[in-house]
């Protein structure tokens, strides 16, 4: 399958400091990007949606302020999460799509601790 | 409202076989997918369906009813890798994945 590259890993990081987050899709061009978190044993919940070239779509609750998504180009998506809290400490995951109706393909995901 | 259900936790043996249920309420449909997810890692995608009946890929086999809104996931010969979760996720009208909270499979020796 395609690649989907997330980096970084993990991070650990102070609180009330930016972390940016990236996301590449490396061999094939994704058209739509979706940004996730994931709490423990909890499902996926999806936080935004972003096509190349326009502004991202939140979805209800999201602070829009607080995770600024941009698109810029058709092979990179970045996800910063501004003034950082512990509460925003959990499992960030990308994930890239060519179309509508082809799969979706996963980032390896961020693991976030803000102290 | 838009709901998948899927149980929360199945045991099963080594090279027996498994079937995980999903049923799904959303406003359309365009497709079921499932995951596979380790703990700690990314989901990874094991199958999607459109129309109705069985697709059959290896171990992993996935079955869609889509006038019961039901699907099912059916692992054979299972082995201690399989251990993981697995999430059912329907496609909406808006092309949007809508998550279940996923089944944590535990094999035993």
């Known amino acids: 399958g395609a690649v989907v590259s997330q980096h970084p890993s993990w991070v650990i990081c102070k609180s009330g400091t930016s972390v940016k987050i990236e996301c590449r899709s490396l061999?094939?061009?994704?058209?739509?990007m979706f940004w996730y978190r994931q709490f423990p044993k909890q499902s996926l919940m999806l936080m935004a949606t972003?096509?190349?070239?326009?502004?991202?779509?939140?979805e209800q609750g999201v602070e829009k302020d607080k995770f600024l998504i941009n698109h810029a180009s058709l092979t990179l998506s970045t996800l910063t999460v501004t003034s950082a809290h512990p509460e925003d400490s959990s499992f960030y995951i990308c994930?890239?799509?060519?179309?509508?109706?082809?799969?979706?393909?996963f980032g390896q995901g961020t693991r976030l601790t803000v102290v | 409202g838009q709901n998948i259900d899927q149980p929360t936790e199945m045991t099963a043996t080594e090279g027996a076989i498994v079937q995980i249920n999903c049923t799904y309420q959303?406003?359309?449909?365009?497709?079921l997918f499932w995951y596979q997810q380790h703990a700690g890692e990314a989901p990874t995608f094991l199958s999607y369906?459109?129309l109705d009946g069985l697709e059959e890929k290896g171990r992993f086999s996935s079955f869609l009813s889509r006038s019961k809104g039901y699907s099912y996931l059916l692992l054979k010969e299972l082995q201690m890798k399989d251990s993981a979760s697995y999430l059912c996720?329907?496609?909406?009208?808006?092309?949007?994945?809508?998550w279940g909270a996923g089944t944590k499979l535990i094999i035993k020796p």
């Open positions: 959303t406003s359309g449909f365009n497709g």
């Open positions: 994930s890239a799509s060519a179309g509508t109706f082809t799969e979706a393909f």
């Open positions: 972003s096509n190349e070239g326009s502004k991202a779509t939140y």
């Open positions: 061999d094939f061009q994704a058209t739509t």
């Open positions: 369906n459109v």
């Open positions: 996720a329907s496609m909406d009208s808006n092309y949007q994945l809508i």
